[in-house]
């Protein structure tokens, strides 16, 4: 019985909540609206405070309460997770209000949306390029910002994602290796020392930096493998400059015993060459 009358009353509270919103919706006050809509903001209830702050926005566009009311119509679908419409919003907010109370947040939040909409690195990154743009003009135009060192962070991780796209392009090239016949000599494993090398000129400082070294390594010995007699002494010793380079830079790596293992088959190779 008690479980009824909770109920009745939950409804009950539901209905006049209902009631109270459609009579805002109507109202041609448009202050009142925006009042209504900061407190619906304020209680959480961001789907109406989006619906409301749309209104505000038009009316009262160019002045201090059409800026707050963008801003916060923006904050409202962040916090609905609709980072995409949210990052467009706040993009529109420091556009139009540039020197604005909000400006600097509006920024951040713009690139943080659009951060948070990254997609996975095997899809395409013209997201992640978006948001990475967004935070160094960010963080060029408030260096001294509070939310500095959070940008700085997501801007790294966007890196290491591209980074990743990069190492799975590689991984791919050196699976594939003689899979598929090219006009060019190396094939698929040139592709593979190519893209590991542009990958560390971009992002020297990625985690993924041992693997592309190994691939680097590992590629250049299949193709003075298969290389022909008068090419083999060069890309041995090609070979033999990847293996220092990598055992220079991780004397302890992860791949150290396979790639020493491999650099021995290269100086017997380099021994019976001279």
Not at 8 to 27: D, P, R, T
Not at 167 to 179: A, E
Not at 238 to 262: T, W
């Amino acid at each position: 019985m008690k479980s009824k009358i909770a109920g009745v009353f939950l409804l009950s509270i539901l209905l006049l909540s209902c009631g109270e919103y459609n009579k805002v919706l109507k109202l041609t006050d448009i202050d009142r609206k925006f009042e209504y809509a900061k407190k619906y903001f304020d209680d959480g209830k961001f789907n109406r405070s989006a619906a409301l702050l749309e209104e505000v926005v038009q009316i009262r566009r160019g002045s201090s309460i059409g800026e707050e009311a963008l801003y916060l119509l923006a904050r409202s679908h962040y916090e609905m997770k609709d980072y995409f419409t949210a990052s467009e919003h706040f993009a529109s907010c420091y556009k139009t209000y540039p020197k604005g109370k909000y400006a600097e947040l509006a920024r951040y939040y713009s690139a943080y949306g659009l951060f948070l909409e990254s997609p996975d690195p095997r899809l395409d990154q013209t997201q992640t390029y978006k948001a990475m743009e967004q935070f160094q003009d960010f963080i060029e135009l408030y260096p001294q910002s509070q939310w500095k060192e959070d940008a700085q962070r997501a801007l790294f991780e966007l890196q290491e994602k591209l980074a990743l796209k990069e190492l799975l392009s590689v991984r791919l090239y050196y699976n594939l290796g003689d899979y598929l016949i090219y006009s060019f000599s190396g094939g698929n494993y040139l592709s593979c020392v190519i893209t590991a090398q542009n990958a560390m000129r971009a992002y020297p400082f990625t985690q993924y930096r041992e693997e592309f070294m190994y691939y680097t390594f590992k590629s250049k010995y299949e193709m003075a493998m298969q290389s022909v007699s008068e090419k083999k002494d060069f890309r041995y010793r090609d070979v033999a400059d990847e293996y220092y380079s990598y055992v220079n830079e991780f004397p302890e790596g992860k791949y150290e015993k396979e790639i020493k293992r491999l650099y021995r088959n290269v100086e017997k190779e380099l021994k019976h060459i001279n």
